[in-house]
């Protein structure tokens, strides 16, 4: 963890809550099309809410764990960009879903990806922004966060009513969009060497009796 604010913290910190609000929209965007993918895909209202909720919340908590390990294994760098390209690939080959089976992949796809987004977000917040501002930082990033959602209901939906989009046109979109936001991270996103390499001293406890004394 950095004692000082820098330029360098906060664009990471940014492409990073830019991130965790464009899996924040993934996880929200169906239902603003809800009518459109149900007719398109042949769904039911049951098919429906499997696809918007549960296959995505199901795979989302089960990686909660396993994404801890890999990012302590992988690094922040490497970590947000596969996520971020998952996304990507989830939303695309959605967009081209012609039935349920191909759907419910794909939206386990944006799962897996989306499981990334918050403790990547955490992590460049304590690697790489001073200690004072932790609680400041975690709650603007949650705040970005809110934002997709935001845009899933408010312009995506008018945009959809009003220009007559079709709910594929918008995920291409997406797709496009997590495809330059992985480049980005690329380029702008590292590891914290820093705070991977620092020295930490465990002492052994003393009995209470002889802290009692000291």
């Not at 809800?34 to 398109?40: G, K, L, N, R, Y």
């Not at 549960?54 to 596969?82: F, H, N, R, S």
Request: include cysteine; hydrophobic fraction near 55%.
């Amino acid at each position: 963890m950095n004692n000082r604010l820098s330029i360098t913290a906060l664009i990471i910190w940014i492409t990073c809550a830019a991130f965790f609000m464009y899996e924040f929209l993934l996880r929200t965007i169906l239902g603003t099309f809800e009518h459109q993918i149900i007719s398109d895909l042949g769904l039911t209202l049951v098919t429906f809410s499997i696809l918007s909720s549960t296959a995505y919340q199901l795979i989302y908590g089960l990686m909660q764990v396993p994404v801890g390990i890999i990012t302590d294994k992988l690094g922040l760098k490497k970590t947000l960009t596969m996520a971020v390209l998952v996304c990507a690939l989830g939303v695309g080959l959605f967009a081209i879903a012609k039935g349920f089976e191909s759907a419910l992949i794909y939206r386990i796809l944006m799962g897996f990806g989306s499981a990334f987004g918050f403790l990547c977000l955490l992590v460049a917040v304590y690697d790489w922004l001073p200690h004072k501002y932790i609680g400041l930082f975690i709650g603007m990033s949650q705040f970005i966060g809110v934002m997709g959602p935001m845009i899933a209901a408010g312009p995506l939906d008018s945009l959809s009513h009003s220009s007559g989009v079709e709910w594929r046109e918008v995920f291409l979109i997406l797709t496009m969009v997590g495809i330059v936001l992985a480049f980005i991270v690329l380029l702008i996103v590292k590891n914290n060497k820093e705070s991977s390499n620092k020295l930490v001293i465990v002492s052994q406890p003393k009995p209470l009796i002889d802290n009692m004394k000291s």
